[in-house]
């Protein structure tokens, strides 16, 4: 899992405000996935990726975005759109979207003023 | 829809005990479980998986065991040490092929 980074480590933002989250990794992993920790509720799946040039929502999509331009990188932004945005946020990858063993990056932390 | 229940959400166990972690899924197409540990502010690290054409996997002090028919899954852990304290997540792969996890356990080691 080293191979995976997120920036910023901490991240502010106003209400209203777009703010996009980096996530790149150097592992040749096809598959990549952002989720959402809060206290108490475990990893919820927002996004995800199976290869280049296509993703598919998680459980949580409503008021996020994302892009997969290129395999080593998957960013998501939050949008406005997202009521609640204040939380910790974990990108992950895996060999393949159907191989198993996902590995996270150190996460970012976004807290709304 | 597919979920994971996880239980205890807290755990607090001496120094040198066993601890105990249990977990079921919904759906019976599931075949791979994993678990993660997670210490205060950093990331989830793989610690051990089974896959479900096998019932028990121990790594030292650690072990999973695996029951199909019933559809849960249990993390052992033994000689538990101070170290051991962190958050644990099961997790279980969904017909999409993404994980749906557990909600946590946060295990406290008193030495």
């Known amino acids: 899992d080293g191979g995976i980074t997120q920036s910023p480590k901490y991240l502010f933002r106003k209400e209203g405000q777009n703010v996009t989250l980096s996530c790149e990794q150097n592992?040749?992993?096809?598959?990549m996935y952002w989720y959402r920790q809060d206290p108490g509720q475990g990893l919820r799946l927002i996004y995800y990726?199976?290869?280049?040039?296509?993703?598919q929502k998680g459980d949580i999509a409503e008021g996020y975005s994302v892009s997969r331009e290129k395999k080593e990188s998957f960013p998501l932004t939050v949008t406005s759109a997202q009521k609640n945005p204040t939380a910790f946020y974990l990108c992950?990858?895996?060999?393949?979207?159907?191989?198993?063993?996902?590995?996270f990056g150190p996460g970012t932390r976004l807290t709304v003023l | 829809g597919e979920n994971v229940e996880q239980h205890p959400s807290t755990l607090s166990v001496q120094e040198g005990d066993s601890a105990v972690i249990k977990c079921t899924y919904s759906?019976?197409?599931?075949?791979?479980f994993p678990w993660y540990k997670q210490e205060l502010g950093k990331r989830p690290q793989l610690i051990i998986d089974i896959r479900s054409n096998v019932g028990e996997k121990k790594d030292q002090r650690i072990a999973v065991t695996l029951n199909k028919t019933a559809k849960h899954f249990s993390l052992h852990i033994t000689e538990t040490q101070p170290e051991d304290s962190a958050v644990y997540f099961c997790a279980a792969r969904g017909s999409q092929g993404n994980l749906i996890f557990g909600k946590g356990t946060k295990l406290s080691v008193k030495p």
């Open positions: 592992l040749n992993h096809d598959a």
């Open positions: 992950a990858s895996s060999v393949t979207g159907y191989t198993d063993t996902q590995y």
């Open positions: 759906d019976s197409a599931s075949n791979y």
């Open positions: 990726s199976q290869i280049v040039n296509d993703f």
